[in-house]
């Protein structure tokens, strides 16, 4: 029982009445806060607990799409890589064929002039030897004068206009 609210001799005053009344609603609200916020940190708990849940559903939906985006886009970045890859080797492929091709072409030109030259200089040299057998010196000192050069320009030059002749068209 409250301090104020004793049990007087007869009736009791207005000021009696009026402490009882201001310490029944003080109790009553201070119990009335009290069943409040329990049941605000009850209703606190659950409505954590049911949005714990709904975020941790959301977050494994979101979690799944950009793990399958990911796979996708990983996928295709390699296709793509390998379609690449594929092309640089067919390519390089199709480059070296040609670069084999214009070597062998060129290897059997500078072969056939080489030997066409050889054949006709050793042709030249054989009429001239017969004609000018009193000139065998002079010929010993031109044979020894001719040197690597002078036979191998003329054969390089065409070689080169020949090359290029062959990359114009």
Known sequence: MPAKAKKTKGSPSFD????????????SEQRFE???????????????NELNVKFDSMDSKFTGMFDSMDSKFTGMF???????????????????????SMDSK???????????????LDSMGSKFTGKIDGLDSKINSLEKRMTFLTWFLPVFITILMLTLKYFEK
């Open 16 to 27: 009696e009445y009026k402490a009882i009344k201001d310490e029944i609603i003080e109790i």
């Open 78 to 100: 390699n296709s793509m890589d390998s379609k690449f890859n594929e092309k640089l080797d067919s390519m390089d492929s199709k480059f070296n064929e040609k670069l084999d």
């Open 34 to 48: 009290n069943i409040l916020t329990k049941r605000l940190k009850e209703f606190k708990t659950s409505l954590m």
């Open 106 to 120: 060129f290897t059997g030109m500078f072969d056939s002039m080489d030997s066409k030259f050889n054949g006709k």
